[in-house]
């Protein structure tokens, strides 16, 4: 799984903050990895220069294989909870997408036997 960090030119610390987001992504995504090639973050603050309330955004893209990328995005008064609320959102929406995509169940339906339907 290959973690591409991308930041606006308004945020600070960018190499340090980039090491650090790839390695939070790789550990915290780490149970998906055979089904992720890719994850992109953007890290932005909107408002560039003033204050104001949750105007760092964390936009997070993970590239899956042979499926539609799932996306998600946390807007946060800083950049680390920004980054931690699209992480958490991002894990929650890639368990839902790819348990919908699994077969739960260990039999198949009657339904989709032809031999075991009755003629009425």
Known sequence: MQVQ????????????LERWAQAE?????ERFSHEITRVEVHLSDENSGKAGAADKRCLMEARLANHAPVA???HA???DEA???AEGKLKRALDSTLDRLKD???RDSIRK???LIQPE
């Open 5 to 16: 960090v991308n930041t606006n030119h308004s945020i600070e610390g960018r190499e340090a």
């Open 25 to 29: 992504v790789s550990q915290t995504l």
């Open 72 to 74: 998600v995005t946390h």
């Open 77 to 79: 008064p800083g950049i």
């Open 83 to 85: 980054f931690r609320g």
């Open 104 to 106: 739960h169940r260990d």
């Open 113 to 115: 036997d032809a031999a």
